[in-house]
């Protein structure tokens, strides 16, 4: 399967909502941040951008069904009218802003194509379906990392397409990455872009059509204890647990904390060593729009991601992943020794 189209599609909707992300944040006013019933935060930068993803995805692929991570429900009430319109003005402006090299009219980007505000909350609500095991859907977190944003640092937009329960293309957009680990203060702002069986690539967020501009990721399939941490979560993860596991491996290098998806991203460039994540909420089953964009990027990148027990993850199984727990992304050698070390500390009962 080449996947072409769904790729440059993906590939130019995520940059839009970049696009959007990036504008919120050098605008972010008082009041545009509302709090969800787990009394986790959204912003106007998560609707605008699951509206612009959605309206492009519905205009190029009309028939396939999307998980979205948000919906309109608080939207849609009184109390919330000021929000309402800024993200409606925040999507016409991003979706009628003129062509970017590499796009297509067809693709549902043009001056023409301003909406209404029920068309914005319809086109968000596109994102309500429940998943399953078979046929095409899209998986879609508008802004993963919704607390890294709000402080400035890391996020990522994400979206991968699941076929018949199995992810064949992953893009995540992180605008606040640096193009180059090596020049943390240099140019930032990348797109990863992995297809089944074609490889990972990162490209420049400015210039993500561009194939010449195109950086190849492998993971390296050896490391060593002293070049070797694990990228962990800034808020969800036992921090004991993984303190305990790099004990276990010798490692010495401190942990890299990070919010997003960004943590996968980094580890496909090579960074870090793991990416490990053992929810501090046993009870908490992981969404798979936090994971299925970046899992097939650790895979074409030459990696393994499993569960805590050594298992695929499945995202065949609605909005959850509802039979594992625990993440554990690394290259090949490093994985097989991460989850040695994670069954051992399970068994210590930490
Ligand atoms: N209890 C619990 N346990 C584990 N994970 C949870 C939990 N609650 C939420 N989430 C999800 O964590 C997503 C953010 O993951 P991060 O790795 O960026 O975490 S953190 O921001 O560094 O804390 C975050 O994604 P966004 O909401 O898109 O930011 C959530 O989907
Ligand atoms: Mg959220
Ligand atoms: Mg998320
Ligand atoms: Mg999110």
Redesign the pocket.
């Known amino acids: 399967m080449s996947l072409l189209t769904e790729k440059q599609i993906a590939i130019a909707a995520v940059r839009r909502a970049c696009a959007l992300t990036s504008l919120v944040f050098n605008q972010l006013r008082q009041n545009e941040t509302l709090t969800k019933d787990?009394e986790?935060p959204v912003t106007v930068g998560d609707f605008g951008s699951q509206a612009v993803i959605n309206t492009v995805l519905r205009h190029a692929f009309p028939d396939d069904p999307i998980v979205g991570?948000e919906d309109s429900a608080e939207l849609r009430s009184d109390s919330t009218e000021a929000v309402r319109h800024r993200i409606v003005e925040l999507v016409n402006r991003i979706l009628t802003a003129p062509l970017q090299p590499g796009e297509n009219e067809q693709w549902g980007f043009g001056p023409e194509r301003g909406l209404s505000t029920d068309e914005v909350m319809d086109m968000i609500d596109r994102g309500n379906y429940n998943g399953g095991s078979t046929g095409r859907l899209w998986t879609l977190?508008p802004?993963?990392?919704?607390?890294?944003f709000l402080r400035g640092g890391q996020y990522a937009v994400c979206l991968a397409l699941i076929i018949d329960s199995v992810v064949h293309l992953g893009v995540v957009g992180c605008p606040n990455l640096p193009l180059s680990a090596s020049n943390p203060s240099g140019p930032r702002g990348c797109i990863f872009v992995a297809v089944k069986d074609q490889g990972a690539f990162q490209f420049s967020l400015d210039d993500p059509f561009n194939p010449e501009t195109a950086v190849p990721l492998h993971l390296p399939a050896m490391s060593t204890p002293e070049n070797s941490c694990i990228l962990q979560?800034?808020?969800?993860t036992r921090l004991t647990v993984n303190d305990r596991v790099a004990q276990l491996l010798g490692w010495t290098m401190p942990p890299i904390s990070m919010?997003?998806q960004a943590?996968y991203c980094s580890l496909s460039r090579g960074e870090g060593g793991v990416y490990l994540?053992l929810?501090?909420?046993l009870g908490?089953r992981?969404?798979i729009w936090?994971h299925a964009p970046s899992a097939i990027l650790i895979e074409e990148a030459g990696g393994v991601i499993t569960d805590a027990d050594g298992e695929p993850l499945n995202f065949g199984l609605g909005r959850s992943l509802e039979n594992n727990y625990g993440i554990i992304a690394a290259g090949k050698d490093v994985h097989s020794r991460v989850l040695k070390a994670v069954k051992q500390v399970r068994a210590e009962g930490k």
């Open positions: 787990d986790s991570e977190d802004i993963d990392g919704t607390k890294g979560s800034v808020g969800h919010d997003s943590k994540r929810a501090g909420d908490y992981e969404k936090d």
